[in-house]
């Protein structure tokens, strides 16, 4: 979904989504709903919101509910109260801690191979270059990464086999995010590592 409210753009496919929380109830409830925090690449910060009829996301026509969405931009600091009432003390901690750090702008000259290695992981990731560094930096100095070969390929990929995975709902595969950029998965039935998106 995407919003153009007092002249900014609110886009949840190109923002970062920082944390996602629902109504605890059943999806199939009338009162279901979804709440997502998200991060502009500009820094803003916004909520969106989507639920069945009867939920604070719901829309009403008469007598007749349906599902509805909602973008509600939000101040650095109504981010943080939304993670206070939302999240647990770690998890907002952790989110915010992050945001807060100083930054420093620098420039490096880089290979023609490592610059289109980089934008593959912004395109894949939705992540800037400073937080690609900033992973990649972490994991060489936690030494989690290993070696994969992916099937039917003549090669392997590094791969932190330890970092944070999402589902992918086209596949149903448990997706891992190689250096590279690439999304690889383990297919059960093969017991190999397959290559989803490269």
């Known amino acids: 979904m995407q919003k153009r409210i007092n002249g900014k753009l609110y886009n949840t496919e190109t923002s970062k989504e920082l944390a996602r929380i629902n109504s605890g109830?059943?999806?199939?409830?009338?009162?279901?709903?979804?709440?997502?925090?998200?991060?502009?690449?500009?820094?803003?910060?916004f909520l969106h919101g989507w639920g069945h009829g009867n939920s604070r996301y719901g829309e009403w026509l008469g007598t007749s509910g349906s599902d509805g969405e909602k973008i509600i931009p939000f101040t650095l600091e109504e981010a943080k109260q939304w993670g206070t009432n939302n999240l647990s003390k770690a998890q907002s901690a952790e989110i915010f801690k992050k945001l807060e750090q100083k930054k420093l702008k620098i420039t490096a000259d880089v290979l023609v191979d490592t610059k289109n290695v980089i934008d593959r992981l912004k395109k894949n990731t939705k992540k800037s270059t400073g937080e690609i560094i900033d992973t990649a930096i972490r994991m060489m100095e936690e030494e989690k990464m290993e070696k994969i070969k992916?099937?039917?390929?003549d090669e392997e990929v590094m791969v932190n086999l330890d970092q944070d995975t999402f589902i992918d709902e086209?596949?149903?595969?448990?997706?891992?995010?190689?250096?590279?950029?690439?999304?690889?998965?383990?297919?059960?039935?093969?017991g190999e590592w397959v290559q989803i998106k490269g």
């Open 170 to 190: 086209a596949t149903g595969y448990e997706i891992y995010i190689a250096e590279d950029g690439r999304w690889i998965a383990e297919d059960d039935a093969l």
């Open 25 to 45: 109830r059943s999806p199939s409830d009338s009162n279901y709903y979804e709440e997502a925090l998200y991060r502009t690449k500009s820094g803003n910060f």
């Open 150 to 153: 992916i099937y039917g390929m």
